[in-house]
């Protein structure tokens, strides 16, 4: 296997040749001209990541994306397909033949380097999680006692990983901060809170609550298949710009459902999934993408839907100052019946100072975050 070696695949020279220059000195290249070729250069070099167009003759990138993910070197290879066509069809179309990463044409240097270097740490990730799965599994054999120490400590990998995935998400925006770790708190906050006093014990087991916290922070995955200019605008988004916006739901829920085809066991990607697509419907069925109203929101979405406004409201962004605990209160209890469900408001207004004790407690944590940055700096500046 050769570490870091990135096969390009492209029918026009001379796309390969500003592909291989724009890698050229930070890693390996070796080239096919299309899938056929594509194929047998994975079996011949076994590269760790493929860069390759879709529209190609004899193969195409999604025919010979499904090959590669189905051979023997699928699991170890990861993939970014890259095309003119950006259109959210397209893009799912990419993910569902396997695809890891999707890349728009023209591209920059700066985000190809970037993603390539994301698509390569996860490959890392990923060999790391499989090391400790067989190193648990021989284990096993030996040290039975230790099964439910070993369970654990997958389990705590496992949603480091995923929290480590929906923070590359999350990294596009500076200003997000804490708010995947908010996020999380708040909705397990509610969960528990809705667990202990109803009306929905008949949906919330013991589980519930840790499910929600392990699940909630992927709510906005899909925002990695939203451009730059839309995401990051500072200003208020055109009726068109929003509409792509709106897309990075069904982005996420389509990306979570084929991890989620691949892992039976982890049930709160179930949960995850649900979030992904629902936490911005309305309980008055005006939200989106697919208007659903009342309880057919997933409860699970409904209570992301109070803890990511809320988060929202007091977190100061480029377009606004945050707002202050008790005036974000003031407006979700405003919108109780319209956006948000009556029962979920009741609760977080039950557990109100504790929604107020995880924010000031994360924002604390930030803070201290950044002095420690900032004495490190100027460590660095007196050495």
Do not use: W
């Not at 870091?4 to 026009?12: A, E, G, M, S």
């Not at 739901?249 to 999934?273: K, P, S």
């Not at 936490?279 to 992301?304: C, M, N, Q, V, W």
């Not at 109070?306 to 405003?334: C, G, H, N, P, Q």
């Amino acid at each position: 296997m050769n570490d870091n070696l990135i096969l390009v695949v492209d029918d026009d020279p001379m796309n390969r040749a500003i592909a291989e220059e724009s890698l050229d000195g930070e890693y390996p290249v070796v080239t096919a001209e299309n899938g056929v070729e594509a194929i047998e250069a994975v079996k011949e070099h076994v590269p760790s990541l493929v860069l390759m167009d879709i529209m190609m003759p004899e193969m195409d990138g999604y025919t010979a994306c499904r090959a590669i993910k189905d051979s023997p070197f699928g699991e170890t290879t990861q993939i970014i397909l890259v095309s003119a066509r950006a259109s959210t069809e397209e893009r799912l179309e990419g993910y569902r033949a396997g695809a890891d990463d999707y890349l728009t044409k023209p591209f920059e240097q700066d985000e190809l380097l970037a993603k390539v270097r994301v698509q390569l740490r996860l490959r890392d990730t990923l060999f790391q999680l499989a090391r400790t799965k067989t190193q648990v599994a021989v284990e096993n054999n030996t040290l039975e006692a230790h099964v439910a120490e070993q369970e654990k400590e997958l389990t705590d990998t496992r949603d480091l990983v995923v929290f480590a995935l929906a923070r590359l998400a999350e990294s596009r925006d500076p200003e997000t901060g804490h708010h995947l770790s908010r996020i999380r708190n708040y909705c397990q906050v509610l969960a528990a809170r809705l667990a202990e006093h109803g009306p929905y014990t008949d949906q919330i087991d013991a589980g519930f609550p840790e499910a929600i916290y392990r699940a909630s922070p992927l709510h906005d995955i899909g925002k990695v298949g939203v451009p730059d200019a839309i995401l990051l605008k500072p200003g208020r988004l055109t009726a068109d710009e929003f509409d792509v916006m709106k897309t990075h739901c069904a982005i996420g829920a389509e990306a979570l459902r084929e991890v989620a085809a691949q892992n039976a066991g982890c049930g709160f990607l179930d949960m995850a999934i649900e979030i992904a697509q629902s936490h911005h419907e309305k309980f008055d069925g005006s939200g989106y993408p697919d208007r659903l109203a009342g309880r057919d929101i997933p409860l699970a979405a409904r209570i992301t839907a109070v803890a990511d406004v809320f988060d929202a409201l007091t977190t100061k962004r480029v377009y606004k100052d945050a707002f202050s605990v008790e005036r974000a209160r003031d407006i979700i209890r405003s919108d109780t019946g319209s956006h948000f469900d009556p029962a979920v408001v009741a609760a977080f207004e039950a557990c109100f100072e504790e929604f107020v004790e995880v924010r000031n407690r994360l924002e604390d944590a930030e803070l201290a975050q950044i002095e420690d940055v900032g004495d490190e700096a100027a460590q660095d500046r007196a050495a």
